[in-house]
């Protein structure tokens, strides 16, 4: 089975920094978006950053120029580097794999991470 495993979540002040991980895990062939989404206390999940195979990014308009998002391929894994961080940036993040093509029998499905939580104090 295929599963996704946050790291890199905590508290940081105002104005620094932090970086997410998320290692997919199983006997997977190919992933064809990886990103992550976030929900705050009280709202709805909504997309941060997505990074297709082909090299597509999209990002939400409040972190443009400030969040960039890398994938390592070969390792299954996305990172998520946050910079200038605001305390509107505080939520639990989730990791995405979208299309994952995986044994057994996974054709084109998505997994989703169990999150977690970046808290930006101000």
């Known amino acids: 089975q295929v599963q996704l495993v946050e790291s890199g979540g905590g508290l940081v002040q105002a104005g620094g920094s932090l970086r997410l991980s998320c290692v997919a895990s199983?006997?997977?062939?190919?992933?064809?978006?990886m990103g992550w989404y976030r929900q705050a206390p009280g709202k709805k999940r909504e997309l941060v950053a997505t990074?297709?195979?082909?090299?597509?990014?999209n990002f939400a308009d409040s972190v443009k120029g400030r969040f960039t998002i890398s994938r390592d391929n070969p390792r299954n894994t996305v990172y998520l580097q946050m910079n200038s961080l605001k305390p509107e940036d505080t939520a639990v993040y989730y990791c995405a794999a979208e299309g994952v093509i995986a044994e057994p029998d996974i054709y084109g499905e998505d997994r989703w991470g169990k999150g977690t939580l970046v808290t930006v104090s101000s």
């Open positions: 990074l297709h195979s082909d090299g597509r990014t």
């Open positions: 199983g006997d997977i062939f190919s992933i064809d978006i």
